[in-house]
């Protein structure tokens, strides 16, 4: 699974020349720029895990994104093979990214009111304390919300006209949407 978004935030608490360039970008809910995500994707398609296949997450997030994305692909010799949008209205995301924190420790990430940990603030697998991310607050995940729907709905369309979008309806339980995105993967 590569998530751009945890490869800019891996930068960030690095202090890595990338991770300056981005954190103001990702601190507005603004997207960065997609030559930065572009050359981030290139390197890491490239590594020998990904081999045997990958999950995308978080990426493409703009038209320009996914036509660069076509050849990378082409270049590599390699295609998309589904394409999954998980369906959520905007109110329960921002009820779901309020409520998450998640464990700089392990990475694992909860939600106070759908998986909150054992004990309040701490991570059930290493102890450790919870934090919120830095663009989980309600004017932030507004802005992000209004970003997808200019930026990356779009994107929804453009693979449609290939025909490998699936649609996932992603208002219920954890385990659920799972299995669904598992049988598309897996089909
Ligand atoms: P995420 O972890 O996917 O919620 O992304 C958090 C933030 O990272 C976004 O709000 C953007 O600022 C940035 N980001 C992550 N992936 C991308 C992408 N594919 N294109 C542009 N910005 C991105």
């Known amino acids: 699974q590569i998530s751009t978004g945890d490869m800019l935030r891996e930068n960030i608490s690095n202090k890595t020349i990338l991770g300056n360039e981005v954190q103001t970008f990702m601190k507005a809910g603004e997207l960065v720029p997609d030559s930065v995500i572009l050359d981030m994707i290139k390197d890491r398609l490239l590594k020998n895990d990904c081999n045997n296949g990958y999950i995308l997450d978080g990426f493409p997030r703009t038209i320009p994104q996914a036509e660069g994305l076509d050849q990378l692909l082409n270049n590599l010799n390699q295609k998309l093979n589904h394409v999954v949008v998980m369906d959520v209205a905007d109110n329960l995301i921002i009820t779901r ?22 004990i309040a603030g701490e991570c059930d697998e290493c102890n450790e304390k919870l934090y919120c991310r830095e663009d989980d607050n309600p004017s932030t995940i507004q802005q992000r919300l209004n ?29 659920e949407i799972k299995t669904d995105i598992l049988s598309i993967i897996i089909s």
Request: glycine residues 8%.
């Open 97 to 118: 990214l309020s409520n998450r924190r998640s464990c700089k420790c392990c990475g694992r990430v909860y939600n106070l009111i759908f998986g909150p940990p054992k």
């Open 147 to 175: 970003v997808f729907h200019e930026q990356t709905e779009p994107v929804i369309n453009y693979y449609s006209k290939q025909g490998i979008t699936k649609v996932i309806d992603s208002k219920g339980l954890i385990d």
